[in-house]
Every structure is written in C-alpha cells, then in structure tokens.
Nanobody, 121 residues
Framework: QEQLVESGGGLVQAGGSLRLSCAASGSIFSLNAMGWYRQTPGKQRELVAV???????NYADSVKGRFTISRDNAKNTVYLQMNDLKPEDTAVYYCNAPVDFWDRRFVRGSWGQGTQVTVSS
C-alpha cells in the first residue's frame, strides 16, 4: 500500500532551522524523483524542491540557498533541511513523487497529512 508520512514540522523563529522527513513506501520511492511541496490556505500547492533517484536537485527560487533536499534510498526517506527560515515559509509541507521532474501538477502517490511549519517574526 502506498504511503507517505511527513514529520519534523513545528514552530520556529525567523532565522531558525528545521529538518523535515518523509517516509515513503517502496512503490512510490523506488527509482522515482521525490519532491517537497508546500501549501497555504487559499493558494495552490507549490513545489519547492525535487531530487532525482540519482541525486540531481532543483529548487524554487524562493528557497534556493536556504533549503536542501536529500534522500536515503536504503530507508526510502527524503529530507528537507530548512535554514534561515522566514515567515513566508509558513505552510503545510508535503512530500510526493512528481511524474515529471519539475511539474507540480501530477504526482504518483496519494497525499499524506503533511507537517505544519510555522515561522514567527
């Protein structure tokens, strides 16, 4: 059964750091790119970082230089290290496998519950 479980969110002050984790079932993770998305109320879900099965990465301009995506293929887990957090990073963060490397519209898995990140000013 496909499953995505995000964790690691919380409340942090601006300038702080958080590390998100996503445990994925093998059917989603294996040989697929994995991405982190975020969503705020009333807005479309945004793709913020993607990593290919071979480790190639891409980032949204808004997080470049602050966020780092990584993966542990042995654990079927993808991470998002978030540094120098800003209030505008406040959102629910989700992981999933994009069908196309940098296209937020189509994903391979069902959405998990996400993890809330709140950055106070």
């Amino acid at each position: 059964q496909e499953q995505l479980v995000e964790s690691g969110g919380g409340l942090v002050q601006a300038g702080g750091s958080l590390r998100l984790s996503c445990a994925a079932s093998g059917s989603i993770f294996s040989l697929n790119a994995m991405g982190w998305y975020r969503q705020t109320p009333g807005k479309q879900r945004e793709l913020v970082a993607v990593i290919s099965s071979g480790g190639i990465t891409n980032y949204a301009d808004s997080v470049k230089g602050r966020f780092t995506i990584s993966r542990d293929n042995a654990k079927n887990t993808v991470y998002l290290q978030m540094n120098d957090l800003k209030p505008e990073d406040t959102a629910v963060y989700y992981c999933n496998a994009p069908v196309d490397f940098w296209d937020r519209r189509f994903v391979r898995g069902s959405w998990g519950q996400g993890t809330q990140v709140t950055v106070s000013s």
